[in-house]
């Protein structure tokens, strides 16, 4: 069984800054993509930023220069440092890790159960 964990979330004024985290447990062979999502009310959930098991970052637009995804391949986490925060930035924001159970198995989606962040103006 594989478990992954967000931490981190709360309450900021717009303006300030958050970090969140997420670790994968259980039985892992290998983690390659990391992500995470992000899902307000009403609307779809996006993707916020992605890094590959190299390390090459992605963002979504209304991100750049604000949010840093980085992660500890050792300890099977990611993270997002969240800075600048504005009130439009307030959704659960969700972690997936795109994981290798064996080296014999085919690459499998995971997903926690998210954290809210609430951004107030």
């Known amino acids: 069984q594989v478990q992954v964990v967000e931490s981190g979330g709360g309450l900021v004024q717009a303006g300030g800054s958050l970090r969140l985290s997420c670790s994968a447990s259980?039985?892992?062979?290998?983690?390659?993509?990391m992500a995470w999502y992000r899902q307000a009310p009403g609307n779809q959930r996006e993707m916020v930023a992605h890094?590959?098991?190299?390390?090459?970052?992605n963002y979504a637009d209304s991100v750049k220069g604000r949010f840093t995804i980085s992660r500890d391949n050792a300890k099977n986490t990611v993270y997002l440092q969240m800075n600048s925060l504005k009130p439009q930035d307030t959704a659960v924001y969700y972690c997936?890790?795109?994981?290798?159970?064996?080296?014999?198995?085919?690459?499998?989606?995971?997903w926690g159960q998210g954290t809210q962040v609430t951004v107030s103006s």
């Open positions: 997936n890790a795109v994981i290798k159970l064996s080296p014999y198995t085919q690459l499998k989606d995971f």
């Open positions: 259980g039985s892992i062979f290998n983690i390659y993509n």
């Open positions: 890094i590959t098991i190299g390390g090459t970052t």
